[in-house]
């Protein structure tokens, strides 16, 4: 068979190839037969026999040569042990035979794949290539089958070229490799070496550095003692830094003895002096920075003096106007002035000049009267802020001089109409945004009633509440509102649903601060009071089932709180998201919602919008069959919801099914 795959038998020549083709058919075939006879009979022996029969076969034999020992043994010993013998080592022979037969199944595979993948294809490719032989072409192929080899030459020549200077190559290589190696293995212990001489080498620097530590603190100690010599020439260290030590010792102890005579001279004086200048001067430096200080304060203090002096005059100056301009109004015939009193002896000029300014008011119109306040003004200006003391009225219902009265000489009615001029005078300057008159005509005159009654009636844009007695003169124009009317009538802007957010708000923090044993009520708190709970509120309240609020109810906790406090009869005017004092308590809520926001709860999710196609189900659908009375029930619900109550939803709160009628 290796005769037959050698390209070499080809190569001869084309007679011997012609004449050995019949012998190599022969050969193949009888290799192939072998091969099969082979096959069958390892098939054959694989399919009767097993391991476990083989093993039953061995059993059985050794039992029957074993009975067959026992029969006569005591007949024939020698023999039988020998027997005995021979029997061991046929049994060793059949377990020998058994694992040569789990080897041979191997055998038999190679033996198939070679049969299957070579022998026969090349049989055939053999007698495909006889058959298409002709005489006619063997030259020419004997020349290809020449060449070829010549090429096949060629080429093993080459590969075994290459594989010797691979061998070469690889010789070089593990030459290097083995130089490399004792190259590192040199380098390694000089490492080795260098790193012993660098620990001693660090131990040597240690022990300088212990050296230089304590020649430093000796050069410490010297340069002290030359600083508690005091100052010395310029010229001391240049000069005897050549000298030799021994010649120094010497100086250094007849100077020591020198200076004994000087005990009691205080070496220091010099430099003492010299920080004492220094001292001066920084002294002298700050006092004036302080003395331009104060006067630049003194300055500050005298203009604001003169500030609130003006700011003093001038308001008083105006009222005094408006006081004197209203209670003309009330009173045509009527005078008032206003004086400012001053602490210290009265000045008679002071009364003198007053009561001129009255008589020329009395005389002129408005534009004289404020030429007589502006003059008694200048008189007054001249004083400090602290003289003065109040203010004094002055009136004359009669309009002569004369006549003019104070306050303490009037009577119940004419000092209500004062006090009512005075204050609509004060309101002509800065006018409030609220008022509230009670009974204010009951101790008024008759004759004066009206006059101010036309008083509010041309101040009717003024933003404010009147109360007044029931009387013939006023009723028409005036009706009594109580403060319980005014409660209820700011309370009316709320509508139901705002109430109930403001009572759950209110109801949520009594519950929280029940919890903290708060015991003082919310309006009670004050402004810093109310943010300081407000900031603990804020980060611990959660809902009924322990979960964390969504934002908007935060928020409309917050607004329920402030509704709470600015609401009768509390009216604390508060707006927490402006105020200053609620500033920590917006930051603890601001960054709540933040948490929330990270956590993913910021706001609730809502269920989904219905679109057409929801409505049609729902109306073809049993449950809103207007046909059964629970159907019917169920339908008017559902329009009542979808189309009706979009706001105000208290209202649906409360329906139930008593709600609808049906009507014959």
Partial sequence: MGKILEPVDFAKDLGLLMDSHLSYDKHISNLVSSCLYKLCQINRVKNNFDKGTLTMIITSLVISKLLYCSTVWSNTTCTNIKKLQSIQNFACKIITGSKKYDHLEPEKNQLENLLTNNLMKHRDKLLQELDEMAFEGDEEQLSSKKEELASLDGRHKTIMERLKSVNRRVNEVTGQIKSSEDLLEDWKNTEKDRRLRLEDDSKSVEKIANKKSVLVKKKEECMKKIRELGSLPVDAFEKYQSTNVKALWKKLQKCNEELKKFSHVNKKALDQFVNFSEQKEKLMKRKDEVDKGYAAITELMEVLEHRKHEAILFTFKQVSYNFTAVFKELVPHGKANLVMKTEGPSNPDDDSNSQQSSSQQSKDDGGESSQSQSSSSQSQSKLPTDKFSGVSIKVSFTGKSAETREMNQLSGGQKSLVALALIFAIQRCDPAPFYLFDEIDQALDPQYRTSV?????????????????????????????????????LSDVQSKNTKYKTTYAVNVFKEWSKQRNIQQELHEMDNKTVDKCLCQFYAEVKNQQGEDYSKSTLIGLKHGVERYLNCPPYNRGLSMSSNPAFKMSNSVLNAKIVSLKKQGKENVVHKSVLEAEDLTKLKNSDVLNVSTPLGLLRNVWFHVSLFWCRRGREGQRKLTKDSFVFTG
């Fill in 453 to 489: 009654a036309d008083e509010f009636f041309a101040k009717i844009d003024l933003e404010g509440i009147c109360a007044t007695a029931e009387k013939g003169e006023t009723r028409k124009r005036f009706a009594e509102v109580t403060q319980e009317n005014i409660d209820e009538l």
